[in-house]
């Protein structure tokens, strides 16, 4: 699995332009709330998930790679009230998460990164029509 990410990784751009973003950003989404199903069932679950099983250390981390988007989103010059609300979405992911095992399961349905992540490409589709992909699934 982790050679997997690590060539999806190799294939993301490394500019600043807007595109090259939101690539990015979508990639980190998938790899928190998608990346993973859980074994016979065809519910998806992500690093987020899994990283909250590991009590304290395991949410921080989660919601390190969850502020990531919303860094890349100041980046993009979407409005401090976005960001603060994108920052709130991860921070209660993040105070959920720090309930011992019980934690996980609010992530389970609290995706605060898909949550973002819509806040993202709503911005992108207003003032860089031209990144928009068409969804394929």
Do not use: C
């Not at 609300?85 to 990164?113: E, K, Q, T, Y």
């Amino acid at each position: 699995m982790a050679s997997g990410w690590s060539a999806a990784a190799k294939n993301l751009p490394l500019g600043k332009d807007p595109a090259s973003v939101r690539r990015r950003i979508e990639a980190m989404e998938h790899l928190l709330e998608r990346s993973l199903t859980v074994p016979g069932t065809r519910f998806p679950i992500g690093l987020d998930v899994v990283l909250d099983l590991v009590p304290g250390i395991g949410t921080t981390i989660a919601a390190a790679m969850g502020a990531y988007m919303a860094w890349e989103a100041r980046n993009l010059g979407m409005s401090k009230t976005q960001i603060a609300r994108m920052a709130g979405n991860v921070g209660f992911d993040w105070v959920l998460g720090l309930i011992p095992w019980v934690g996980a399961i609010p992530d389970l349905f609290f995706r605060s990164n898909s949550r973002n992540l819509k806040m993202i490409k709503k911005h992108l589709d207003k003032h860089h029509p031209s990144t928009a992909t068409i969804d394929q699934g």
